[in-house]
């Protein structure tokens, strides 16, 4: 008795293996929903929570200043929002700043204030903090490009800016502020009922997702301040007028109005790079 064994040619059996592989890819293709099918169809409140970032969007819009750019809202239901284009920390070694994607949920919600950064004629913005650590900061911006030196009241009123609204993660927004440009940031928590503070974030964000394209930043009629204040009056139907104040101005407006609490400063003395 013998035996004989059968060997296939080496080149032969990998196209063997080439072609199973390939059908077991595509049956396995066809029989698993889409990603996003699987986002859509997992109630809000079970998404899972994004830890991982996502890659750095340095260089989208390369003629202008990297410090701020359009965000987009990724998904809202159920009181649980994705957003996306939200600056995180920058590097200092490199200069380039981190832009990743934030998830908040409505019932998280902690706290809003209502801000003020020095630096020039200073900035208003809004912030919102969260129980689980999260602290947002949304503002209005003009859209510089390159190389650019702001001029408040030459090209600040011209139309020479394009508008933009910026979504930072509070802990960056300080590093550039306080870190970077060694300037104070003050916040003052706003005295205003939960639902209240709730519709706040809504309007704030909807207004900073929107799409601004062909609107011109204005000093004194379309800036950060104005627009925080007309995302403040949506929200609690108190319109206030403050055309042509500067922030400063705005901030004392709103607290002899009694609309906010106690000043949280933060700068050089208590400020520290994680």
């Known amino acids: 008795m ?12 990998r196209q063997c293996l080439l072609i199973l592989s390939l059908q077991l890819f595509t049956a396995s293709a066809y029989a698993q929903p ?25 260089e989208t819009y390369p003629d202008y200043e990297q410090d701020r750019k359009p965000a987009t809202q990724l998904y809202n239901a159920g009181g649980v929002r994705v957003l996306s284009g939200v600056r995180f920390e920058r590097n200092p070694a490199t200069d380039v700043y981190s832009w990743r994607e934030l998830k908040i949920e409505d019932s998280q919600l902690d706290e809003a204030y ?11 913005f809004l912030m919102f903090s969260f129980k ?5 900061v949304i503002e209005a911006l003009p859209w510089k ?22 979504l ?10 306080v870190g970077h440009d060694g300037l104070y940031v003050d916040v003052y928590p706003m005295k205003l009922s939960r639902a209240e503070k709730l519709r706040l974030l809504d309007e704030a964000i909807t ?14 009629f379309n800036s950060c301040s104005t627009n925080a ?15 042509k104040l500067l922030p400063s101005v705005v901030v004392e407006h709103l607290s002899l109005l009694g609309f906010l609490g106690e000043r949280q400063r933060s700068d050089s003395s208590n400020w520290s790079r994680r």
């Open 2 to 13: 013998y035996s004989m064994s059968m060997r296939l040619p080496t080149r032969s059996l």
């Open 34 to 58: 889409s990603a996003l099918e699987g986002l859509l169809s997992v109630p809000a409140a079970f998404l899972p929570t994004i830890s991982a970032p996502a890659p750095s969007l340095v």
């Open 114 to 124: 209502f801000g003020f950064r020095s630096g020039g004629v200073g900035h208003n």
């Open 132 to 136: 689980d650590g999260t602290k947002l």
């Open 145 to 166: 490009k390159k190389g650019e030196v702001y001029s408040p009241f030459g090209c600040g009123v011209s139309g020479k800016y394009p508008l933009v609204w910026n």
């Open 168 to 177: 930072v993660e509070w802990h960056g927004f300080l590093e550039t502020a």
């Open 207 to 220: 207004e900073a997702v929107r799409d601004h394209s062909g609107e011109k930043y204005n000093t004194f």
């Open 229 to 243: 204040l007309m995302v403040f009056g949506r929200a609690t139907g108190n319109h206030l007028i403050v055309g």
